[in-house]
């Protein structure tokens, strides 16, 4: 049983952003801070990425644990208790898109980079992202 109203639920989950999250940002600004300059939320390529390299053909996910079911934190391996049902599906099938559009990019020539939730706050996970970008030849 939730415990708080329909109508707050409902304004709770209208809140939850797809795009411009905290942890994206914090990615962004390590990035930029770096000195490498990005695209986002390309429409054009599968997935919509949220940071794209286009020269170096690199694609760039920032994903919340809970949403697309991380397998490294407790977020990701966290059941809800109400409507347990409708939330596996759910998490399930956001894997499944996310393995789809990822293998559409790399047919099209992408490497694809994730970056959980998780990893964020994390110095040596943003400087192995750095060096994979950076040591990616230009196209």
């Known amino acids: 049983m939730d415990t708080i109203s329909t109508i707050r639920r409902s304004a709770n989950m209208a809140a939850i952003r797809s795009k411009n999250t905290r942890p994206e940002i914090v990615v962004r600004r390590f990035l930029f801070g770096a ?25 760039v996910f920032v994903h919340g644990c809970f949403w697309h079911g991380c397998t490294k934190c407790v ?3 966290r059941r809800v208790k109400s409507n347990s049902k ?17 293998r559409a990019l790399r047919a099209e020539g ?4 994730t970056i959980w939730e ?3 706050s994390k110095p040596n996970r943003l400087r192995s992202l750095l060096e994979t970008i950076v040591s990616h030849s230009s196209a």
């Open 35 to 59: 000195g490498l300059r990005f695209r986002l939320h390309a429409k054009a390529l599968p997935g919509k990425p949220d940071i794209i390299f286009p020269s170096r053909r690199i694609a």
């Open 75 to 77: 977020d990701g391996k």
């Open 86 to 102: 409708y939330w596996t599906e759910k998490v399930s099938g956001n894997r499944l898109r996310d393995t789809r559009n990822k």
């Open 110 to 113: 992408w490497k694809c980079v």
């Open 118 to 120: 998780c990893e964020v």
